[in-house]
């Protein structure tokens, strides 16, 4: 992609003060984001993304606070910017769609003057225009008889239409970028594939580039375009889906993709990477995940991996990824993945064999 990132994340640190110490939760996240993209940012709990999403627009809680790295939203640093300049680039600029949308709708105000509140915050459009264009968005994101429903109050509403609600406040001053947390985590599994839906349409009709933060790596296969894997607060993987999910490069990514359900396995049992994430006050040095890593090498015990290129778009940090690393094999249902990648792409079926150099974090 040539154009100019809408959003550019550098060596972002984040940590919060606790009594026990300094929880380190992001350590170093760089990542871009074009105009129209939808990029999926996957791990397990507590391995960052949600304190990444929330530091982007300034709302971390009180005890956070972002201790190096730049987030420019074009072209403007928003980790130096006040809180007024971070306001109208929340309303009008990014906007946040959270797990739980009740937490975001007020309980005692109607959906339609909701909807239409960030319009009369950000645009000179009359009472009546603002309303109108809340109908017509609330029937765009499949709320049936919008103009009657406008009318009613979220109780009155299913945790799923709630969600979309929240996606149609998130969207009506028209961002570049929506940042998604886990916006389907607390719908059923149907609900959820409705609202990814409604997400990657809304993108190609407006444009709008979108973040989904997720822990389930197996809703982001049909909607996202590229996929960054976080743990222990960095990325240690990022690709198209495509690469993530088809050649798959840092154990980490190997581990959570085993425990997705394969179509040779459709049902099958959900395998819970063995271990626990570190204690981000005291993270491990080198690799983060080497203690749960059975394929662990020496330095990664010592030493942090840069990333290594695996293809202009494909970049892990991985020690086995370096010159001369020992050639190991992948788990069996990886192998069938690369093989698969491999058949699909016309290329060679095992470990890039074109030179590979360390390279930046986007
Ligand atoms: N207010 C806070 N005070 C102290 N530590 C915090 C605070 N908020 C988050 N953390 C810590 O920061 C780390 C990253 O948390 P984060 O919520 O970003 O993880 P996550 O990957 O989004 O997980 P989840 O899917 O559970 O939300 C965790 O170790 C978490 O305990």
Not at 64 to 91: F, H, K, W
Not at 172 to 178: E, F, I, L, Q, T
Not at 240 to 261: D, I, M, N
């Amino acid at each position: 992609m040539s154009a100019a990132p809408v959003l550019e994340v550098d060596d972002l640190h984040v940590s919060f003060a606790t009594r026990a110490g300094r929880v380190q939760a992001v350590r170093g996240v760089s990542l871009t984001l074009h105009a129209g993209e939808v990029l999926a940012v996957v791990g397990e709990s507590g391995s960052g993304k949600s304190v990444t999403a929330r530091a982007v627009t300034g709302l971390l809680p009180a005890n956070g606070r972002v201790d190096a790295g730049s987030v420019r939203y074009r072209g403007q640093d928003l980790v130096r910017a006040d809180e007024r300049a971070l306001r109208r680039v929340r309303g009008n600029g990014i906007a946040m769609v959270f797990q739980d949308p009740m937490t975001c709708l007020d309980p005692t105000m109607t959906i339609g003057a909701q909807v239409a509140e960030p319009l009369r915050v950000h645009t000179s459009l009359s009472r009546r225009a603002a309303r109108d264009a809340a109908v017509r968005l609330l029937e765009r994101v499949g709320i049936p008889e919008p103009a009657v429903r406008a009318r009613q109050y979220p109780h009155q509403f299913s945790g799923g239409q709630r969600q979309r609600i929240a996606i149609a406040i998130a969207l009506v001053c028209g961002p570049d970028v929506v940042l998604a947390d886990e916006p389907t985590t607390a719908l059923d599994v149907r609900v959820q594939a409705q609202v990814l839906d409604l997400l990657g349409e809304l993108r190609r009709d407006t444009g709008t580039a979108v973040v989904l933060v997720t822990h389930d790596l197996g809703v982001v296969a049909s909607v996202a375009d590229r996929v960054a894997v976080m743990y222990a607060g960095r990325i240690v993987e990022i690709g198209t889906a495509r690469e993530v999910f088809g050649h798959p490069q840092h154990p980490y990514t190997w581990g959570l993709l085993g425990s997705l359900p394969t179509a040779d396995q459709p049902d099958g049992r959900l395998l819970a990477i063995p271990g626990s994430p570190p204690d981000m006050i005291d993270p491990p040095t080198g690799d983060a995940f080497w203690p749960r890593n059975p394929y662990a090498v020496r330095i990664d015990t010592e030493q942090a991996p840069p990333f290594f290129d695996v293809s202009p778009t494909h970049r892990a940090a991985t020690w086995l990824l370096a010159p001369g690393a020992p050639a190991v094999e992948p788990p069996p249902a990886v192998a069938q993945r690369w093989a698969r990648h491999a058949a699909s792409a016309d290329l060679p079926a095992g470990r890039p064999t074109e030179p590979v150099e360390p390279g930046g974090g986007r």
